[in-house]
């Protein structure tokens, strides 16, 4: 069985999620862990639930989804997953553009592409490359579990940003629309902000999604 804990981490309230199965393994996407306290917090739990941390998964390398891989290495020794697209220049740039520390990115890291299979215990995922937000952006999505962790690509009622460094808008519509809202609409989103919600909903309601979005053409007519 897959368990789930989300936590909000630092000044952009950046949603850590902690997953882990009935065997006990786990894994951590995007610990944004910004001080030591919130460094604790997290630690406390991962200890309280017996969980053995084998890896951490990035969705993207932003400094929010970033700041807390280097304390959880300092006391683990375990795979940092992430596109090679992701670029820790622009972490630091968008740290120092905000006003907050940079990150600590001193960590050797894992390529992963479209297509691959990445598990902890029983529980496998999927990476889907959704390039837009970041050239190097990925969801994570578990189909037994009718799961899909988003980062900062789609989010309840919204889409990422494109107007930072690597972004682009056009890239990130077809990304959503092309490899997001084809899976079952049951499918639960857990975004890298914000509350959750499933492709269902977001295929409906989002306004970012909707065809009134589509571009006007002048032979259109209207009743």
Not at 16 to 40: F, M, R, S
Not at 46 to 60: E, G
Not at 131 to 141: A, S
Not at 149 to 173: C, E, N, P, V, W
């Amino acid at each position: 069985m897959l368990n789930i804990k989300t936590f909000y981490f630092n000044p952009f309230q950046e949603c850590t999620t902690l997953l882990w199965d009935e065997t006990g393994e786990g894994v951590v996407v995007d610990p944004g862990c910004y001080n030591a306290k919130e460094e604790e917090e997290l630690r406390k739990y991962i200890s309280l639930k017996k969980i053995k941390l084998v890896a951490i998964w990035l969705t993207h390398a932003h400094p929010d989804h970033i700041f807390g891989v280097a304390g959880i290495l300092d006391e683990a020794e375990i795979p940092v997953l992430v596109h090679p697209l992701e670029e820790p220049e622009a972490a630091f740039e968008l740290a120092r553009k905000v006003g907050l520390r940079e990150p600590r990115a001193d960590f050797e890291t894992v390529d992963i592409h479209e297509g691959d299979t990445v598990k902890f215990g029983n529980t496998r995922f999927t990476v889907i490359e959704t390039p837009g937000h970041t050239p190097g952006g990925v969801c994570y999505y578990d189909k037994a579990d009718n799961l899909l962790i988003t980062g900062d690509t789609l989010f309840a009622g919204s889409i990422g940003r494109t107007d930072l460094r690597g972004g682009d808008y056009d890239h990130l519509i077809v990304s959503i629309m092309n490899k997001l809202m084809g899976l079952p609409g049951e499918t639960e989103i857990i975004p890298g902000h914000g509350e959750t919600s499933d492709i269902g909903w977001e295929r409906t309601h989002n306004p970012f999604l909707q065809p009134w979005g589509e571009p006007w053409e002048e032979n259109e007519t209207t009743l």
